[in-house]
């Protein structure tokens, strides 16, 4: 699903944020991507989604090199993806449904699919009862919530989250994460960054980690075990 | 994309009513700006009907020092109407010229008490086709005239000509130059508006460019503002300036015109009116322009 051969990125001469990294993720798989601060973790999903250019190598998206994507056609990758952020980055004079309904609406779908599609994916999430609030009559969570369901809602194929639990307590955390497995047992390729190791111990997955723009490890630890939530 | 039209109009809607004060200042500005342009319409307008009817009036005259006889009259007549520019030639007499000229005096007639129509000279009038009524046409029949040895006293106003014709000349330049002064600054407080517009709602422009919002989509709705923008504002500009010209210009100046010779002034005709309002539409489309070509390529948020 996602390829990335001898990745680089620089953003000054000789300071590179990422240096050399070669990594595969396959579809349905999901990843943690994790590092300190400043280990490139960011970097590499704004790559993902061409927020940013490498200044080396060669990402492949589903069998597509979008390095050599132009302007034009960013936009239509971006509808295959789902993007979260820790700051939510919710449309805040806009309602619930407005948040969620908008990528649909981008897509030029019909009003009638998309008003069905926007509460069944506040259903999942257990929001359809807030649909005409606006965000900030949300708590944290909840606005996470809706950050999931607007990238959820279009079934992307794949969901890139950054440090989405960065600013949310431990039992929305909890929430937030079970929102993640449901969507990549639907087969949504995941891929999630995060510095939270007490996260990974709780929801073991694939673990590829930075440091300093380096591939430090790509580990597959042992899935069930004591650390998972169950129930 | 024609389909969602309506959708992209009602996005540009609500965003003018998320910003109605930077929506009304763009919209004042530029009703401001094309009203200023409309008030000098119309006083170019007014003027230029003026100069024309007085133009209308405008006269060549040839003295005649001695009265020939009616048909040598009749056969001058003949061959000065031959000339393309010539409208209609009249003979004045001494008689009637000497009547006009004791009309003109009025109450102080008595003046010429005692005194016949042999003191004045007869002369025929030459009045020309409207089109030739300008310096160039006149001084060309004249010049012809004059090479006809049978007329020398030729008399037609051509200094006072000369300035009228300047005069218009510099109005419909000063016309030219304040309007496309005033229309480049409605541009820039358009554009200004537009960029604090965006600079306002980059987070929503981020979240669209996120979900793959294409750059035409994030713009269009801005573009759409912007012309609506500049629509209202020339519909104001004519309701402003319609309501200058009945409340100020008919009524208050409208006895002091009569002096000059306006009897009516008149206000924008419909195509000036309609260019208005499509040009406050296309003064705004333009302003969203110029802001969204300088603000960030959405692709790469």
Known sequence: MIQLYNVCKAFQRDQYALKDVTLSV??????????PS??????????????????RGQILVNGRNITRYGVSRIPYLRRNIGIIFQDFKLLTRRTVYENVAFPLEVQGRKRFEISKKVYQTLKNVGLEHRLNHQPLQLSGGEQQRVAVARALVVDPLVLLADEPTGNLDPEVTLDIMELFKGANARGTTIIMATHDR??????PRRVVSLDSGSLAMDDMPLFGGPTEKTG | MILRGGYF??????????????S?????????????LAFFAIAVLN?????ASWGESLVIVAYLDEVPEDEVVKGWINDIEQYPEVNKVDFVSREKAFERFRKRLGDDAGLVEGLGPEVLPASLEISLVEKSQNEIAMTAVVDRLRVDHRFTDLQYGQGWLEKLEAFLLLLRASGAALGGFLVFAALVIVANTIKLTLYARQDELEAMAMVGATSLFIKLPFLVEGALQGFFGGLAALGLSFMVFEIILQKSLGSLLLITGIDTIHFLPVVWQVMLIVGGGLIGLLGSLFALRKFVRFGAL
Do not use: H, W
């Open chain 1, 198 to 203: 007490s996260l990974i111990r709780q929801f």
């Open chain 1, 38 to 55: 400043g280990a490139g973790k960011s970097t590499l999903l704004k790559l993902l989604y061409c927020a940013e250019r490498p200044t």
């Open chain 2, 47 to 51: 003027v230029q009907q003026l100069t």
């Open chain 1, 26 to 35: 396959e579809k349905g798989e999901f990843v943690y991507l994790t590092g």
């Open chain 2, 9 to 22: 109009f009602r996005r540009a809607l609500r965003n003018m009513r998320q910003s109605p004060v930077l």
């Open chain 2, 24 to 36: 009304l200042a763009s919209v004042g500005t530029i009703a401001v700006a094309l009203a200023l």
